[in-house]
């Protein structure tokens, strides 16, 4: 799967792949906090998806820092003979939140405690800028395709991240409903650049058929 000509850019695919199921029972928003691992199910479709990757001329592997990512990643690299680097930048996006246990609805919303973190979903004012985030990831991502011309790249990360580079991409406003995101679990958003442009975004679901075992607050 070479991807270039004699005399042409070169053609190169750069993938983000959402991690899988996260061991949440209890519903807790975890964001950046440690210690949240891949439950069987999200092993088996990290696996899943490694397979389904066995023959794309991947040559540039990274993860985010957080376990469920590096978790996720680790067959792809098995598979495909590559060692995980680690990029900060992909990194789930930072959130005030986190450690609310969010499973039993949408309650916890209404402390007032909360209330003066909720004053401009633009932004949003509860967490990370949106433009921080596509900034960042939009920097990973060049330097990915930059390490895999011509090839491909795998970067796993999670579903804020993806969701707003892409919507930077797409040229659409970053801010947004999230229960309109189009990234499930162990999903893949490829992005293929010619030359050093982007000319075309697809969205596939290796594991699309794991996704009605999952649970709710899987997250992101």
Not at 16 to 44: A, C, F
Not at 88 to 108: C, K, L
Not at 143 to 165: F, K, N, Y
Request: aromatic fraction near 4%; glycine fraction near 8%; include cysteine.
């Amino acid at each position: 799967m070479t991807a270039s000509s004699p005399g042409d850019a070169p053609r190169t695919v750069v993938h983000l792949m959402r991690h899988g199921e996260v061991d949440n029972p209890h519903g807790i928003l975890y964001g950046r906090l440690p210690g949240y691992h891949l439950s069987p199910l999200g092993q088996e479709m990290a696996t899943r998806v490694a397979e389904h990757l066995r023959d794309h001329a991947i040559r540039h592997l990274v993860s985010s820092p957080l376990e469920r990512a590096q978790q996720t990643a680790a067959p792809v690299g098995e598979i495909l003979g590559l060692p995980v680097e680690t990029d900060e930048r992909i990194i789930e996006a930072s959130n005030h939140f986190e450690g609310v246990t969010v499973g039993g609805g949408p309650n916890w919303l209404r402390r007032p405690r909360h209330w003066h973190r909720l004053h401009n979903p633009l932004r949003p004012s509860w967490g990370e800028p949106y433009r921080k985030i596509a900034a960042r990831m939009a920097e990973a991502v060049e330097d990915a395709r930059a390490a895999a011309e011509g090839h491909e790249a795998l970067l796993v990360s999670h579903q804020l991240p993806i969701w707003t580079l892409r919507r930077t991409i797409e040229g659409r406003r970053l801010w947004h409903d999230p229960r309109r995101r189009q990234c499930s679990l162990a999903s893949l958003t490829s992005i293929t650049f010619i030359g050093s442009e982007p000319t075309r975004l697809d969205y596939s679901e290796p594991a699309g058929d794991l996704l009605q075992r999952a649970r709710p607050g899987a997250g992101a």
